[in-house]
């Protein structure tokens, strides 16, 4: 049966027993785990093992194929079942016609998409069934559908592919309401596939009717307003033309929600053709290039989030080069700018409400503004309406911004940068820019504060310190957030998401897990206590999974953020926003066994438990003691004052 490989593969799902040979050299250790599993089948080790091996092919980044079968009896369907994995896929020990949902998981794993988030339920099960004869695709179960859309939204941010979100009906598909809501106002391109009940039973009592039938909730008009494309598929055979239509509107950025009654999923479908692709429109730059031709000065490129959605990274970088440009970014997309060693001509640092005040500078002193996959949000432009009032602004990307300015249209950045820069080489090159004058790092000042528990400041100098380069970060909302956008450098090669478009607390948990499943490296998630109290149980699901992420809750017992507003803007008269004592590092470590799980009260503790978090094979937790009365890095409570920042190590993009 087994044939040697040298990609192998491997199987976690169901503790599926061993039988073969693996061809690839392992570690010895590995090895005597799969001999081991290999000489006890039906046990619940052989499973344990199983996880073992699996593991070490995640962290390793190696695909480790396992052949194997189910002894009599241990089979998920029960009974004398031999199932073989030929490659790569399961076979059903009864043959099984083609229905909706094996084409759907067929299509997707055929674009690449390697999982689908979610949580299972009457009405999405079917499809949860198809992935599990597929081995190259994996459903995962979140603990909260808001969660499992913001794993897809942040699997989709990392760059992976995709992000795929699937919930059953009635609450299931509600709870993905606010996460679709995020990647519509951050235009981040996932595939929603919502399970409903049967058509038969449309306004006709069903439960969990979404049908918009005689009196029910109508999910079409529901999820049409948090998408870029909404279809309920009622005739089986159109999804061979939805799929395909849904995935490219949702790659012009947002999510695209498929409605799939439950006896649509079962329907057995013939075709089996991947439909058109739409192709996206590269949008031609000659504007831009002429009127940067014409700049006689410095230029300042403004970088969005569509640079990190296209992954225009590079391209963006050898524009600035070409330009001699200085480059800032809007908080959601700080990790698109920045090269290491180049300092501040590379990465300004970020712009608007939590950004840093020399930006506004740069602009002011530009001959020309170029805004690159950005709306100017008011978050992202706090602070620089008058600059770039004064000076000349173009835009490229997919979306005009929100600001005065001459707009260039494209779908695709990396294409229309690319197109840019090249009609700024020789003849055309841009002769009059000038290489500004160095500005100094400037950090916003805050109000001294030498009460109880940990700085934030402090807290971002010892993570700098520790983080090592690769690491991606995800940060969640409040006074911890702000203090992360502001303070904490983006790691050399790391991802740093944040979920600006809605700002909902919680978001950093499902997005820590889903950046970790597509980037298969140290993911650190920063969160408040109270994002923790929403969507904290993610770190179960990071636990089931073995991701490597390490999660730091700042425990200031509040909603922090809403307790400065009542002491700035409402006379600290009373707060609602103050919680009673907690010790969240020992609660989760009793709560969830062969969890790492402590607590930090002093920043003289905090190197030791990070090394160590950072070490564990698997999450880790660290709850850090903070203040609720500390003011955050945010100019909407502050004055304007600055000051200066120092060097960037080499584990760090840029410091800004
Ligand atoms: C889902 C959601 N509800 C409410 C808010 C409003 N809000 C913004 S920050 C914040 C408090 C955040 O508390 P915590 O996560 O503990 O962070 P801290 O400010 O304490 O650092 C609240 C309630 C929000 N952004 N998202
Ligand atoms: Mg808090």
Known sequence: MAQRRDDVEYDTKHGVALSATISTPVPAAIHHRIVSAKSMFATESVHSQMVAVANY???????LHVWGYRPTGIGHHGGDIKTCAVNGDRMHPIARPHRVVDHIVEHLAAIGVDYVFGVDGANIEDLYDAAYFRSDLTAILA????????????????????????????????????????????????????????????GRGAFQDTSGRNGALNGEALFSVVSVYCRRVVNPADIVSALPEAIAAAKTGGPAVLLLPKNVQQSKIELNNSGQLLKRLIGDPYPVAQALRRAAGPVTIIAGEQVARDDARAELEQLRAALRARVATVPDAKDVA?????????????TGVMGHPGVAAAVADSA??????????????????????????????????????????????????????????????AS?????????????????????????????????????????VVVDAGNIGASAIHYLPVRRGGRFLVALGMGGMGYSFGAGVGVAFGRRRRTVVIAGDGAFYMHGMEIHTALQYRLPVTFLLFDN?????????EQLFYDDLYSYNRFGPSRLGAGLATMFPGLFSTDVDDIDELPAALRAALDVDGPSVISIECS?????????????????????????????
């Open 57 to 63: 092919g995640f962290r390793s980044r190696r695909r």
């Open 143 to 202: 603990k909260h559908e808001f969660s499992a859309a913001t794993m897809a939204d942040g699997y989709s941010r990392s760059g992976a592919g995709l992000g795929v979100v699937c919930a059953t009906s009635g609450g299931g598909c509600l709870n993905t309401v606010a996460g679709l809501g995020e990647s519509l106002a951050s235009r981040v391109p996932v595939l929603a596939l919502i399970g409903q009940s049967p058509t038969s039973l449309d």
């Open 338 to 350: 920045g090269t290491p060693g180049l300092g501040s001509s590379s990465a300004l640092g970020v």
């Open 368 to 429: 020309l503004c170029l805004l690159v996959g950005t709306r100017m949000s008011v978050t992202a432009r706090t602070g620089l309406d008058d600059a770039l009032a004064a000076v000349s602004v173009y835009s490229i990307g997919s979306t005009a911004p929100y600001v005065p300015c001459t707009h260039v249209y494209t779908d695709d950045l990396r294409g229309s940068l690319l197109l840019l820069r090249l009609a700024l080489t020789g003849h055309g090159r």
């Open 432 to 472: 009059h820019t000038r290489v500004p004058d160095t500005l100094s790092h400037t950090e916003l000042q805050l109000p001294t504060f030498d009460g109880a528990g940990v700085r934030y400041r402090t807290a971002m100098t010892v993570l700098d310190s520790e983080l090592p380069g690769g690491v991606d």
């Open 557 to 565: 017992h509040a909603h922090a953020m809403c307790v400065t507003r």
């Open 628 to 656: 609720a009365d500390e003011i955050p890095p945010f100019t909407n409570f502050l004055g304007n004052a600055v000051h200066n920042t120092k060097e960037t190590p080499s584990n760090v993009a840029v410091r800004a």
